[in-house]
Nanobody, 123 residues
Framework: QVQLVESGGGLVQAGGSLRLSCAASGRTLSSYAMGWFRQAPGKEREFLAAIIRGGGSTRYADSVKGRFTISRDNAKNTVYLQMNSLKPEDTAVYYC????????????????WGQGTQVTVSS
């Protein structure tokens, strides 16, 4: 079992930055691919970014490429999402998740989820 806890969300003005953290307990995160998703009211949960198990290879959704950066610190068992140039349409609840195998783009392939952290971007 892996327990994931997100933090770092909040209210920010358009153009600002936030860094989300996802701290894990129970298992080492280096054994998993890690992903970030978000869900806005009335919308599906969407893939944002992932970092591959054991290495530094990353993948991004087109909507956040060049603005968001995913990283991991295996020593701290923590994954981060640096978000720059935020827009009002980035407002959502942000989730981190752990993937033991399968497509990193599909939320159904993730085995463990955090409770989410709210990000609100004002115009």
């Amino acid at each position: 079992q892996v327990q994931l806890v997100e933090s770092g969300g909040g209210l920010v003005q358009a153009g600002g930055s936030l860094r989300l953290s996802c701290a894990a307990s129970g298992r080492t995160l280096s054994s998993y691919a890690m992903g970030w998703f978000r869900q806005a009211p009335g919308k599906e949960r969407e893939f944002l970014a992932a970092i591959i198990r054991g290495g530094g290879s990353t993948r991004y959704a087109d909507s956040v490429k060049g603005r968001f950066t995913i990283s991991r610190d295996n020593a701290k068992n923590t994954v981060y999402l640096q978000m720059n140039s935020l827009k009002p349409e980035d407002t959502a609840v942000y989730y981190c998740a752990a993937n033991r195998g399968g497509s990193i783009y599909q939320k159904a392939m993730y085995d463990y989820w955090g409770q989410g952290t709210q990000v609100t971007v004002s115009s």
